[in-house]
């Protein structure tokens, strides 16, 4: 956890849990459907909150309710939160949505000694997700594609080694979405639309809608119907277990709180 407190950990991450309250109630108000996922998922399945040593939280939304949150929210959100897109900060690098906090910053590892121009506050993390047909090549197609964009993505702590070319990624996600379908089918794969390309799970249909509830941070907040599928097929069934502290990833550098 190198220079972090334990303290200024966990000040920063419920400064990140009131954005997800807010964005909880957005989604609320306009029928949006999104649920917990990756180490947020994960904490909460295990901890019930978030992972003692986690400085994130990672959501993920059906691609139209995606689009349709992306509509919405610069008039929706409050001024504690910039809404971080590479339309509305010119200077960021990824290609999901980031939900930034105004009063704390983070530095992560993969930014540290660099001239970063992008708004650096801790974060939410949103990702799209599509449907496709279950069929051994639509599995290899999306592997071979998450492989792809993972060597044109050289901006974060997971994809260190590859060269950064946004056109490329582009073209890649535009592949995977032109396969998606409605939600209609169980026996369909739901899958990441390839703007975040570190994971290449992809989960059934039937074990992931209807969504249910499980207790964040003392909160209700909507998670994948079967976790126990969602979270085996990103970490494997090893997910119960607490890794030893060498194992244990944190994105942070640095995290510096504003005392306005």
Known sequence: MGEISQNTLRKAQLIIFDILVEFDAICKKHELQYWLDSGTLLGAARYQGFIPWDDDIDLSMPVEDY????????????????????????????????????????????????????????????????????????????????????????????TPDGEDSPIKRKELTRGLCDMHKDWKDPTSKVIYGGEMPDVSAWFDLSKVLPLKSLVFEGFEF???????????????????????????????????????
Do not use: C, W
Request: charged share 30%; proline share 4%; aromatic share 14%.
């Open 67 to 158: 689009n349709k949150f992306k509509d919405i929210a610069i008039n929706e959100l409050s001024d504690d939160i910039f809404f971080q897109t590479k339309k509305t900060d010119k200077n960021f690098k990824f290609d999901y949505v980031k939900l930034r906090s105004n009063k704390a910053k983070i530095v992560e590892f993969h930014e540290q000694d660099e001239d970063i121009k992008y708004h650096q506050g801790v974060f939410v993390d949103i990702f799209p997700m599509l449907n496709i047909d279950n069929n051994e090549e639509n599995k290899v197609m999306y592997d071979n594609t998450l492989k792809s964009i993972r060597s044109f993505s050289s901006v974060s702590l997971h």
């Open 222 to 260: 909507p998670v994948p119907y079967d976790y126990h599928h969602y979270l085996t097929e990103i970490y494997t069934s090893n997910y119960t277990q607490t890794p030893p502290k060498e194992k244990r990833k944190i994105h942070a550098f640095s995290i510096e709180l504003n005392n306005n």
